[in-house]
């Protein structure tokens, strides 16, 4: 029986970075970008692991196509829409020619508003890119601007109806809470907006501050303060955070979307497969500067100068054979990130051994706590639990 795997394709491109970001992307030109493509199409063209057998993958001669079927495709950066739409087809066309693709796969292209023109979007379309992830954070033009955006409210609009347009019915946006500026009100606005526009799926995530952005230099001093439990200057304090998380599960819950992952809402039979087989641990492939797979629960990575990847540089990098032990803790925490929890009876298929003797204790404790709930042979965070998910998966570390 084939193995299911998905692929994630990394195009690091941007036209200009923003300022949250700490993603492995940059500013290019036209010829920089023509040299990655390249060395992109010759990278996956090579298959698995090109000519080692030790993850039972193949050189890409017909052994991939053999052994693998994928069942999702992730263009992901950066932004890969700053290519042009022929670019972006012959990428995915050397895909199809190089493994064998699930005749209903799930084709994503991340994108950003401005970048997108209807012939851009003909051409993706026909090429088989079925959902487009359009990164919108805000509907204020002001927090757009202390983001660093270059888009605003106004031209995501004129870049979804072009999407719905040119015939893509399966639509995410991306969205953050705790921006600098924002207030409880306007959060609930941008979800009202969006909510408005019926995308099929929404991302909703909290802004993080990352070490090397400019918004470390800017807002540390704030993050500090948060912590500490103490009034912010620029920055939403830790209270009015938590406050837009509920408003967002309330709103869109109210609004006919369905919370299945700890920051992620989708209409019935929308929510995104690539995503999820990330947290369920299926096996998938990333081709590109940078991009990370899991094969056979071996980790690696490409290498992330990008002299290097366009001269053909072999991949497996920081490659690491993950134990037993460590392949259950990710089990364990990424499956707990889904609204459905963990499966007890898929945690013993995996890895032949009881739920009850590795982790039976903790959980009878994390229940009785009224973190977790038990259902049917499934394990799952409750609504307390989920305001205290880093706590609980910490709890899941066999160490």
């Known amino acids: 029986m084939k193995k299911k795997l998905g692929i994630y394709i990394h195009i690091p491109f941007c036209i200009r970075k923003c300022d949250y970001c700490d993603f492995l992307s940059f500013t290019s030109g036209k010829e920089e970008r023509e040299r990655y493509a390249v060395a992109l199409k010759r990278e996956i063209a090579e298959g698995i692991n090109a000519g080692d057998d030790s993850l039972g993958s ?19 950066g950066g932004t ?27 084709i994503t292209m991340e994108a950003n508003p401005g ?3 209807p012939e851009k979007l003909d051409i993706c379309r026909r090429a088989g890119f079925n959902r487009i992830s359009l ?16 888009h605003t409210w106004e031209e995501f609009l004129e870049s979804f109806s072009t999407a719905r347009k040119a015939g893509f019915h399966n639509i995410n946006v991306d969205l953050m809470s705790a921006l600098p500026g924002q207030t409880r009100e306007s959060w609930a606005d941008t979800l009202h907006k969006v909510c408005a526009l019926e995308p099929e ?3 909703a995530y909290s802004l993080i501050i990352e070490e090397g ?3 470390y230099d800017r807002y540390a ?16 304090s830790e209270e009015e955070e938590r406050m837009m998380y509920e408003d967002t599960a309330a709103i869109l819950c109210a609004a006919g979307y369905r919370r299945y992952e700890i920051s992620n809402y989708a209409k019935p039979g929308y929510e995104c497969r690539h995503n999820t087989a990330y947290w369920r641990r299926q096996d998938y492939i990333g081709f590109g500067l940078g991009a990370s797979s899991l094969i056979n629960e071996c980790r690696f990575s490409n290498t992330r100068q990008m002299s290097s990847y366009t001269a053909g540089s072999k991949r497996r990098e920081e490659a690491e054979y993950l134990d037993t032990k460590a392949s259950m803790e990710e089990f364990m925490f990424l499956g707990l990130r889904m609204c459905d929890g963990i499966s007890v009876s898929e945690f013993e298929k995996q890895f032949q051994t009881g739920f009850e003797k590795m982790y039976g204790d903790i959980t009878e404790k994390l229940v009785k706590d009224g973190l977790l709930y038990r259902k049917d042979g499934w394990i799952a965070l409750t609504e307390r639990g989920t305001d205290l998910s880093n706590y609980v998966m910490a709890q899941y570390l066999l160490d």
């Not at 199809?96 to 005749?103: A, Y």
């Not at 001093?221 to 939403?236: F, N, S, T």
């Open 58 to 76: 193949g050189t890409g001669s017909g052994k991939t196509k053999d052994n693998w079927l994928v069942t999702s495709i992730f263009f992901g």
């Open 213 to 215: 952005t400019p918004f």
């Open 201 to 203: 799926h929404i991302s």
């Open 221 to 236: 001093h704030d993050v500090q303060l948060r912590e500490e439990g103490k009034a912010c200057r620029l920055l939403p």
């Open 115 to 117: 970048t997108l023109t």
């Open 80 to 106: 890969p829409s700053v290519l042009e739409g022929e670019e972006l087809a012959d990428i995915l066309g050397t895909v199809m020619q190089s493994f064998e693709v699930e005749e209903d796969a799930e």
């Open 135 to 150: 990164g919108l954070q805000s509907s204020h033009n002001k927090e757009l601007k202390n983001l660093g955006r270059i």
